[in-house]
């Protein structure tokens, strides 16, 4: 919930400083608390470089309008309006991939969809949540393993980036069939432990859930309606 | 009691039933072996037994499963799950892969159920013990070896107490000492009134456990009988089954031209090994 706050409160926060309160309080501030700037910065940078590059190259040398000239390679001309633009775009890029990473590194998937169940949320719903998450490492695996059959059987899957796409290709229609092949057994298993009996299921434990932790949860939350408030009135200008 | 009458199969889209006129009684505290030869039926037969097909798996199927007299088809799922557990070959497949311990991946099926918490966590408990992975409880399900992993699926299926279960090649992935495991476990169930149909290929934990047999050839019912005799049945290997090693040893016995007391002897050491001979 907190996470999804700050991804919009990221989404409707304009200029520099607004964007760096966000990163500051919404995500750096509770890593710090749970011990995971480290690796919450490692990855979160990881998967916005690519987006963070293209952003930059793009807003900086194709800024539409922009005057005030700060390098010029030929026809392409680096202007400080791009530069600024760029800025507050990599600021909020950096407070969304901030806030999810956050939420993969604190969060069990198991923790979510039992904290889901608790609060009335369907089992069924819960299990989509949690089986589409799990989904991923499941699928790394499988992928692991075919591409080690492959290997063995003497497809070149290494060395040169060609003979790695070319070492893709093979691996794709194994991965995805055999998943949906799997797909009817595991829907038999799951109702033969009586996943489709209607109503709710016998919860063992409900995640720790301490004071602190929820209000700032809910003052996060509750800044977001505040923050649309002050947005739409014009009064955070001045953080521009 | 778990009934088939007179049950024939067929898989939506293919050209001929992979079940025909199969008949089949699983009373209380029975253990009823199947055995065969690939694509012989055996895995069709736990589907059709455990209301699975065409339920879930679709095609058509004629005849009756019955379960204490009554057709299993007006049945909901989870109704019937309740009473009738299956477990397959495939560790991969059985366990729900929305649990981050063991513990919790066994307690999956008593939770479903909605039993109260007590009951929850005595039947986890049980089932835990019953199969040796009691110190693996807290372990992630998905990084397990897959003998393990099987061990698990199975103790989740018992954990949820069905009075029939139909457990297609469970000790597929499993070394000799977890195949011993479930052998006991499935022998302390059986002995408590559950009764028990498995297809498997390895005729020793059959000859250990299983009161009745039944040879399946191409979907049909080929032999049936005594677990003991249709063990010993010479036509055994004609369906691509082997014999029980106390059934190879008996043989090489008499064909050693062994004296009747050496015989006897060894008779007796493979039965204190719970083979019948």
Known sequence: ?240 | MLELDAVTYRYAGAPRPSLHEVSLTLGDGEVVGIVGASEAGKSTLCLVAAGLAPRTVGGTLSGHVLLDGHDVAPLAMHELAERVGICFANPATQLSRVTATVYEEVAFGPMNLGLPRGDVIDRTGAALDAFGIADIAEREPARLSGGQQQLVAVAGLLAIRPQHLVLDEPTAQLDPAGTQLVAEALARLAADGASILIAEQKTDLLAQICTRMVALEAGRVALEGAAAEVLADERLSGLGVAFPASVRIRRLAEAASLRAPQRDKLAAALATMGSPI
Do not use: C, H, K
Not at chain 1, 18 to 34: K, N, S, T, W
Not at chain 1, 179 to 186: D, F, K, L, Q
Not at chain 1, 190 to 204: D, H, N, Q
């Open chain 1, 1 to 240: 919930m907190a996470a999804l706050a700050v991804t919009l409160a990221a989404i409707m926060l304009s200029g520099v400083v607004a964007p760096l309160l966000l990163i500051g309080v919404g995500v750096l501030l509770p890593a710090a608390v749970a011990g995971v700037v480290r690796e919450l910065s490692r990855i979160a940078l990881l998967l916005s470089l690519p987006l963070a590059i293209s952003v930059v190259l793009v807003n900086v040398f194709f800024f539409p309008g922009g005057e005030a000239v700060l390098l010029r390679v030929g026809p392409i001309v680096a202007t400080a309006e791009g530069l600024r633009f760029a800025l507050e775009i990599l600021l909020r890029l950096a407070a969304i991939s901030g806030a999810v990473v956050l939420f993969y590194l604190t969060t069990r998937p198991g923790d979510l969809v039992i904290d889901l169940e608790a609060r009335g949320v369907s089992p069924r719903l819960a299990f989509v949540v949690n089986a589409s998450v799990q989904t991923v490492p499941t699928m790394v695996d499988r992928a692991a393993d075919i591409a080690a059959a492959q290997r063995a059987r003497g497809l070149d899957s290494e060395g040169s980036p060609w003979a790695r796409v070319r070492g893709l290709l093979p691996l794709v229609a194994p991965v995805v069939l055999g998943s949906i092949a799997e797909v009817e057994e595991r829907t038999m298993a799951l109702e033969a432990r009586g996943f489709t009996r209607p109503g709710r299921r016998t919860l063992l434990w409900r995640p720790a859930d301490s004071r602190r932790q929820a209000v700032a949860r809910w003052l996060l939350v509750a800044a977001l309606p505040l923050l649309i408030g002050l947005r739409t009135a014009g009064w955070l200008a001045w953080l521009g």
